[in-house]
Structure formats: C-alpha cells, structure tokens
C-alpha cells in the first residue's frame, strides 16, 4: 500500500475523529477546552502524516522478513510522532492515537494487495508489538513523559515519571508489548495493543463503514463514537472519576444508541444534551476519541482499492 496514502489516511482519521459534532465530552468544532482548542487537534493530525508514512515505510521495507520487525523501531516512530506534534501544540492532543495508528500504518504498508484480510492483518499487528524490543519500550515511555500522560506502564519499579525505570526495561529485556500488557487490565488502549484491537476492528471500523455509505462523515464519526463508548467504558474517565462512573457514562450512551443516536432527531437531542452534561461535569471520554480516529483510519484504508483505480484511470 502506498505510503502517501497510508499518512494520508492517517491525517485524515485524526481530523475527522476531532471535527465530529457533537462528540459527547470532547474537543470537536464548536467546542474548546479552556488547555487546548479545536485548532490544536487539527495541527496534531497534520504534524504526524510523515513519520505516518516513514512507518509504512518501515513496514514495507520489512513486509517478508518477519524476523527484522524487531528492527523497524515501532517505539522510536511513536515517539517522533509525539515529538512533532508537540512542537506545533501545547498540550497532549493524541498520544492514544499516536500509539493506534503507528502499527497500523506499519502493517498497512506492509500490504500489498488492493484487497486487505483483516484477520492477517491484525495479526501481523499483534505480531509487530510482541516483536518490540526493550528499546521500543523506553521510546514509548519518553513519548508519555513528552506528553505528559500518565497510566500506562505505570508500575512500582517501572514507572513511567521514573528515569530508573529507563534503565531497568534496558536490564531486564522489558519490550514494548509486556508494558502494555502490564496496563492492560485497567487501561483500554494497552488492552487494545495487546489483543489485536478488538474495538477498532470489531466495534468502531465496521459502524462507521455502514454509517458512512448510507449518511454524513459527521454521523459516521458520532455514531461510531456512541457505539464505542456505549460497549467500552472510557480508561480516561475510570482513572479521574472511577470504573463505576465509566460504567454510568457508558450506560447513558447506550440509552442514546436505542433511540437511534445521531441518525434520529431525538438522538440527536440527546447527544447535544450528553454533550453538555459530560462537559459540566468535566467527565471527557477521551480514550474513546482515539478508538474512534483508529477506526475512522482503517475505514479509509479499506478503500484503497477504489483510490488505485482511480489513478488507473
């Protein structure tokens, strides 16, 4: 697959995830953060389209030796992603999603056929992250401390505000993959790395493809947005305000899908309504918007078959 293409996709799903209107508790075109505004998010999604390609890249460099993916350095790319775009922005707008586009924009360019398995695919992913090295780990855990995230890989002798713990990874051969399996029992998106992104591809991708053939990009992206956070209690607001309250917030999302979501005026009257509840009570499922740019970018990948003929054309 085309590496311009694949960065493309990538910029795209970070602009549209952040456009959708009205993405309950989040940044999105009418709404600003009082620490980082819709603009912000724009630039992000931008600033990460050329490291998005030197992945694929990266991936297509090492499509048939599976024994380099070692090699294709997974953690550094992660990190130059959140390198660049913190130089355009103040604030961490997407290391979540940094960490979700990064391996499939390796697989991605890994892909040469028009037509993409998926179940390979995501098999190459999960073969991509046990195939990091402790090296990638220690570059993924400078990208949290660049962006200022904490939770993941947060651990008595491994934490991540921690130097020693630089160090320690390097001594005890800790990769990429066993620290995010170490958060994976408390946090979605290491869960996620870890077992194949069940909810990109089983929960998100599949909503936002149906939506989008037969509605807006709009309602493609809230929709999927709804179906996701319905199903998938949000890490982000487990860690600031408990499981019970993610478990309340996805509940309340799910009563909103039944009413049809954003696809139906009285939906649709309620997502602005969840919307402004969410903000007062600055209750932000952010861990959702991430899922919702990853399934947004494997949508687009999954028409690439259509761009090729075009340029045939």
Known sequence: MNPSYISKCAQIASVLEVSGHPKPGNVHRTRNFPDMVFEDFLLSGIAIGETMGEAAEKGFKCRENPEKWDKIGLGKLILEAVRETDHWVANNTNLGIVMLLTPISVVA????????????????????????????????????????????????????????????????????????????AWDKLSYELTH???????????????????????????????????????????????????????ARAKSILEEGGILTSKGRSMVEKFDHELISSGLNPGTTADFTASSIMVAYLDGYREYTAKLVE
């Open 109 to 184: 360019g890994m892909s040469e056929d028009e037509t993409i398995n998926w179940e390979v695919f995501r098999d190459k992913i999960d073969q991509l992250i046990r195939s990091t090295t402790s090296e990638d780990a220690v570059n993924l855990y400078r990208a949290i401390n660049i962006a200022d995230a904490g939770g993941m890989g947060e651990q008595d002798d491994l934490d991540v505000a921690s130097e020693n713990s630089l160090q320690k990874l390097r001594d005890d051969d800790v990769n990429m993959f066993s620290v995010l399996e170490m958060s994976s």
């Open 196 to 250: 194949k992104m069940p909810v990109t591809f089983e929960t998100g991708y599949p909503v936002f493809r149906k939506v989008r053939l037969e509605k807006s990009i709009n309602e493609a992206t809230i929709q999927t947005f709804l179906t996701i956070l319905a199903q998938v209690p949000d890490t982000l607001i487990s860690r600031k305000f408990g499981d019970s309250k993610a478990r309340e917030v996805s």
